[in-house]
């Protein structure tokens, strides 16, 4: 059977306050009573007392008939008794003889005061009565008892009763209405965290609870804007991994499809015998140079990622600048020849570059590619100098520029900075290269105007710098 929250708190709070009150009720009754009895016991014990005072200073029966009067006024009745338990006062009065039992007269003997709260066997009613010794010189002559119904104890103890119930029956109706409203309160809070919830559950985690230090449902608001904080992040991170997947796989797409069709249509032609004898080789060559366009888009592709995910471990080393440039010029000498253009070196000597000597020479030929792409019949500068305790490498070209409001777009993946003279170029390389000098710890800008040439600036930390 399922029972409401709200419900449980309520049978809680009025199960303990029933519970609590019940068990206050009967300790109060218990020792109410208890607290009756003693009090009348002990008032009995001091009215014996003055007449054992009286019974020492005369003999039995001269002065006592004024307490006679006086106990009876309060509903108390006295006898002298002695050893044999014969009454010496008064002589016809209507109090019973009382027989002591043995351990009662052990009490007596003993000098102590004999406390009866509630008997009923001795007399016609259920009585309260003290005996206290009664010594002459030195022996025991007998005892002074004085008792007292118990029913004027009990009606005091009703009446405490009666208080108490009604105590209780205008406490209860209270008691609930402030059990109705922390169980509201409670439950309202408990509802607000089940709609967060539900709300994380359906894929929203902009969810803020209010928080506080007061107790344990303001720790757990506060754990669960921590955890919808996290979550909220996680889902951000995911789409954006889900966007640059797609974008990757449009970009991909886009960028194979250009060479794979032009594959196919060439192997389709040869087959068919469409493309005559003398444009044989020239076909062949083509689907050479786009086989290689594919597998070089694939292999950034795979190195873009490798870099991008720390999964790449730079080997720093000290280089010399100038071999590294000459290295660069050496590669890709005949490339620039085929547009007319040189490869210039300018270096200061002894210059010195701390790091990944096979990463430092794939960062200047994506970029110097890039500068022979853009640049005929022109000049490429390699430079390389020291300022402000970092390396700096420079490529400059004297092609065509990039427009100004393209240069911050030119390290965005399969950008193209020249889309009418982007062919069988992909705007990966940069991408690479900002990844790698960022690797490096170092800082890589661009400078251009279209017409006026381009110019890549790159500064490395140098080796004391590093530890």
Not at 182 to 206: C, D, F, N, P, W
Not at 411 to 431: E, H, N, T, V
């Amino acid at each position: 059977m399922r029972v409401k929250y709200f419900y449980q708190l309520i049978a809680s709070h009025m199960g303990v306050l029933v519970f609590a009150v019940a068990i206050l009720s009967t300790l109060f009754i218990f020792y109410g009573e208890r607290v009756a009895y003693s009090d009348k016991a002990e008032e009995l014990e001091r009215y014996g007392e003055q007449i054992l005072q009286e019974l020492e200073q005369a003999r039995p029966g001269t002065d006592l008939q004024s307490y006679v009067t006086v106990l009876e006024a309060q509903n108390i009745n006295f006898i002298v008794f002695d050893q044999q338990s014969r009454i010496l006062y008064p002589i016809n009065g209507n109090f019973p003889s009382v027989e002591l039992t043995p351990e009662e007269w052990n009490v007596i003997e003993r000098g102590e005061t004999l406390v009866v709260y509630r008997d009923v066997e001795r007399f016609e009613r259920s009585m309260t009565f003290v005996a206290l010794p009664y010594v002459e010189g030195s022996t025991l002559a007998g005892g002074v008892l004085l008792a007292s119904p118990v029913s004027g104890i009990r009606e005091m103890v009703t009446e405490l009763n009666r208080t108490l119930v009604a105590v209780i029956a205008i406490s209860l109706p209270f008691a609930l209405l402030l059990s109705l409203l922390l169980a509201k309160i409670h439950v309202t809070r408990l509802q607000r965290m089940r709609k967060a919830t539900s709300m994380i559950s359906e894929g929203h985690y902009q969810v803020n609870l209010p928080e506080s230090n007061f107790d344990e449902f303001g720790d757990l608001a506060h754990d669960f804007n921590v955890m919808a904080d996290k979550l909220q992040r996680s889902n951000e991170e995911i789409e954006q991994l889900e966007n640059r997947r797609r974008r990757f796989m449009a970009d991909v797409s886009h960028e194979m499809r250009t060479p794979l069709t032009t594959i196919a249509g060439i192997i389709e032609g040869l087959k068919s015998g469409m493309i005559e004898e003398q444009q044989r080789e020239k076909g062949i060559r083509l689907v050479s140079d786009e086989t290689k366009r594919l597998m070089r888009l694939v292999n950034e592709n795979l190195d873009y990622e490798k870099i991008r995910s720390n999964q790449v471990t730079l080997m720093k080393e000290e280089i010399e600048a100038a071999e590294l440039l000459e290295i660069i010029q050496e590669q890709l000498q005949l490339q620039a020849a085929e547009k007319g253009d040189r490869l210039l070196i300018e270096a200061e000597p002894g210059e010195m570059i701390y790091g990944d000597m096979d990463r430092l020479i794939q960062i200047l030929v994506n970029i110097v590619k890039n500068s022979i792409q853009f640049t005929e019949n022109g000049d490429i500068f390699l430079r390389a100098r020291s300022e402000d305790g970092a390396s700096v490498l420079e490529v400059e070209d004297t092609g065509d520029g990039i427009e100004v409001d393209e240069l911050e777009m030119i390290w965005r993946r399969f950008y193209k900075a020249d889309m009418s003279r982007g062919s069988g170029q992909f705007g990966l390389g940069l991408s690479i290269v900002r990844q790698l000098v960022n690797l490096h710890d170092g800082e890589i800008s661009v400078e251009s105007e279209k017409g006026s040439g381009t110019k890549f600036t790159i500064r490395l930390p140098h080796k004391q710098s590093n530890k």
